[in-house]
């Protein structure tokens, strides 16, 4: 896994970084970066190893979305979630759906993406609206818009959750297809125009009479709630913290280089010999060090099947969106004016942490379903 690693970082610092300037400005997709992760395989890391893949799970994830969030959270995100959607389609693959999707994200020949959140239903993303209709023994029809499509438009496959169109379908009753880029029917929506994480094209996918295969449907028709509790939310969410780790470690990077290169000019002391800064530089240290503690421990809790899995991921994402967007304010205040200018690396990193408090689940969902969870309430429930 170091070696993976390894790879991560010297993309980060080879592609990733010659490429984030550009596309945090014109919100242009990390194709660049993108495609240095496919020619090293690492869009593998999640595959079946009988597919040809890596065969890691949620700590390797973990490790390697934050390496790249260090250089720019919007690969990293953009990773993530290409591995969440071949975590979902692997989970049950049919012999068909592995030669097809599985082996070619194995060779680095394919990318794929979730599309689950949709207008209607909100950070409810496990409430899809978008209908799949029977019209054939082997045939759907699918209906439907998707939002904030991370890698929208710029993948190969996209793993949607569609809810069954008949008068006696069930809330429960909820399938995953997987659907190919230049399938008829899908229309995109304008470019993604955000804050921050301005690198993810994150777009909206309308699906028009979109005729499915049976043999597009991921697992059996009604198994989307099994997917939402066993695959995605758990890459999802340490997907996600992973990233966003990146963010508060790459501030922290931030601080103490400030600090060690800046001097007053009256006495020549150096900023990195002031007690109260070395204070502050430590509690930043401290706050990140335990943040990274319950992210990796969530997520080798969720990767051995833990019973507090749920708990410790659910609070992974909630406690690192607090990090990151404390940790950058707090390297800002450090760094004064310089780190307030216009285009300043500062200021990417704040506006690209802003984004987890509300990514679905947002923050507050988050301690609403652990609070639920401890109660032994239906976490799911309204």
Request: proline share 2%.
């Amino acid at each position: 896994m170091d070696r993976l690693v390894s790879i991560a970082d010297e993309i980060g610092r080879n592609v990733v970084v010659n490429e984030r300037v550009e596309s945090d400005k014109e919100g242009r997709w990390v194709k660049s970066s993108m495609e240095a992760l496919k020619q090293e395989r690492l869009t593998a890391l999640v595959a079946p190893v009988e597919c040809g893949g890596m065969g890691h799970g949620l700590v390797a994830l973990a490790r390697v979305c934050e390496t790249l969030g260090k250089y720019y959270a919007s690969v990293g995100l953009c990773f993530g979630m290409h591995c969440v959607g071949t975590a979902v389609i692997s989970a049950k693959a049919t012999t068909w759906q592995k030669k097809e999707y599985l082996e070619a994200i194995a060779a680095g020949k394919h990318l794929t993406t979730l599309a689950l959140s949709e207008a209607g239903t909100g950070a409810h993303f496990y409430i899809p609206q978008t209908s799949l209709m029977p019209i054939s023994d082997t045939s759907f029809l699918m209906n439907g818009t998707k939002t904030f499509v991370t890698n929208g438009g710029n993948v190969d496959s996209y793993v949607l959750s569609t809810m069954a169109a008949t008068e006696e379908a069930n809330p429960e009753q909820f399938s995953c297809v997987v659907v190919d880029a230049d399938t008829p029917g899908l229309h995109w929506g304008k470019e993604w125009d955000g804050i921050g994480m301005r690198g993810n094209s994150s777009r909206t996918l309308t699906a028009n009479n979109v005729t499915i295969d049976a043999s597009h449907i991921l697992g059996e028709p009604g198994d989307q709630l099994w997917y939402v509790f066993n695959v995605v939310a758990p890459y999802f969410i340490t997907a996600m913290s992973g990233t966003y780790l990146g963010i508060a470690e790459r501030a922290l990077q931030e601080a103490k280089e400030l600090l060690l290169k800046r001097f007053y000019s009256h006495n020549g002391a150096q900023l990195a010999q002031v007690s109260i800064l070395q204070h502050r530089l430590g509690t930043l240290w401290a706050r990140v060090e335990r943040t990274r503690t319950l992210i990796y421990s969530a997520a080798h809790q969720g990767q051995s099947g833990s019973a507090n899995a749920i708990l410790s991921l659910l609070s992974a994402k909630a406690e690192v969106a607090s990090c990151c967007v404390d940790t950058v304010n707090d390297v800002m205040t450090l760094a004064g004016g310089i780190g307030f200018a216009s285009n300043s690396l500062l200021g990417m990193l704040l506006r690209d942490a802003r984004a987890a408090d509300v990514m679905s689940p947002t923050t507050d969902i988050l301690y609403t379903w652990i609070g639920r969870a401890m109660l032994d309430q239906p976490i799911l429930s309204e």
